[in-house]
């Protein structure tokens, strides 16, 4: 049982906006930096989101990241087809000493 | 380039050992925390250990005591001893690294414990 709590599912047409949830505790988000992962089947996940809200190189405008208190979100604007994949969020848990993983959310294009 | 190749994945039977090895090339590997990501069905992403540039080592609960994380700065290289292995142990083992997250992951070992 992971300590972050995401939808298991969230769904868009294409171009429209989906928002990913993340809920956690004092001792994992509202302590450390959150970030965001993009995982395709029979791929290596990719980093989307570091720090909270840092996109790092390569990565499209359309992925934001935020996060207040010991929630976070991430929010994909202008969903496309190849946006079609699984996605974590991310922290470090001062009480459990460990990075842990977001029980993750599937997104579907409709 | 960054570059981690992980290799020692395969089938085992629960109650038994396997060792996953990953070499790094294209960055300072001594001077960096690396760590062991996996991939299951059941839970999909979880960390499972991680060691710091100076040889501490992390483990998460569900590993402790029955996984231990090696490193060999001489030959770049990452490993991870898994014994006691049970069947929801398996999954892909990821090896990877980062400094402000993991943004350079290998390409995974796939590791299947049959009961």
């Known amino acids: 049982q992971s300590p972050l709590t995401q939808p298991p599912t969230a769904s868009g047409t294409p171009g429209q906006r989906v928002t990913i949830s993340c809920s956690g505790s004092?001792?994992?988000?509202?302590?450390?930096?959150v970030y965001w992962y993009q995982h395709l089947p029979g791929t290596a996940p990719k980093l989307l989101i570091t720090?909270?809200?840092r996109r790092p190189s390569g990565v499209p405008d359309r992925f934001s990241g935020s996060k207040s208190g010991t929630s976070a979100s991430l929010v994909i604007s202008g969903l496309r087809s190849e946006d079609e994949a699984d996605y974590y969020c991310?922290?470090?848990?001062?009480?459990?000493?460990?990075?842990?993983f977001g029980s993750g959310t599937s997104v579907i294009v409709l | 380039e960054v570059q981690l190749v992980e290799s020692g994945g395969g089938l085992v039977q629960s109650g038994g050992s396997l060792r996953l090895a990953c070499v790094a090339a294209?960055?300072?590997?001594?001077?960096?925390?690396m760590h062991w990501v996996r991939h299951t069905p059941a839970k999909g992403l979880e960390w499972v250990s991680g060691?710091?540039?100076?040889?501490?080592?992390y483990y998460s609960a569900s590993v402790e005591g029955r996984f231990t994380i090696l490193r060999e700065n001489a030959e770049n290289s990452l490993f991870l001893q898994m014994n006691s292995l049970r069947v929801e142990d398996t999954g892909t083992y990821y090896c990877?690294?980062?400094?402000?997250?993991?943004?350079?992951w290998g390409q995974g070992a796939l590791v299947t414990v049959s009961s």
């Open positions: 990877l690294t980062g400094r402000d997250g993991f943004d350079c």
């Open positions: 294209g960055f300072s590997f001594s001077n960096t925390d």
């Open positions: 060691i710091g540039s100076s040889g501490d080592r």
């Open positions: 004092d001792s994992n988000i509202g302590s450390d930096f």
């Open positions: 720090t909270d809200s």
């Open positions: 991310a922290t470090w848990d001062i009480s459990l000493r460990s990075h842990v």
